[in-house]
């Protein structure tokens, strides 16, 4: 059986403010196991929402903020039932085309 886990997005941009202020942007139950959590670093400088990654017992999810709602989709893991799938990790994202002509 599966327990259920939730995850929950905060935004702490203001939280070292003279009033500080963390607001909870959404959070979701998910059924897949999340062992590992991390930030998937974004592409040459976009400002694109944030995106993040899972893994966990025969899970791999990315999940994207939306309009302030994150959403998630998962990666069929064929030849991986039974295992658990411990950390994350990425390749540096490609250098802008700005950074490429400095």
């Known amino acids: 059986h599966r327990a259920r886990q939730m995850l929950a997005l905060w935004d702490i941009s203001a939280a070292d403010a003279p009033v ?13 196991h999340v ?14 929402e944030p995106q ?5 017992f025969e899970s ?17 893991l064929q030849h991986h039932e039974g295992e658990m799938l ?4 990425f390749d540096p994202p490609p250098a802008s085309p700005d950074e490429e002509a400095a």
Do not use: I, N
């Open 35 to 48: 062992r590992r959590l991390a930030f998937v670093p974004p592409a040459g400088g976009s400002a694109e």
């Open 60 to 76: 791999v999810r990315f999940w994207r903020v939306k309009r302030g709602k994150l959403h998630c989709c998962g990666l069929p």
């Open 52 to 56: 993040l990654a899972s893994c966990g």
């Open 20 to 32: 500080p202020a963390v607001e909870l942007v959404d959070a979701k139950v998910t059924l897949h």
């Open 86 to 89: 411990l950390d994350l990790a």
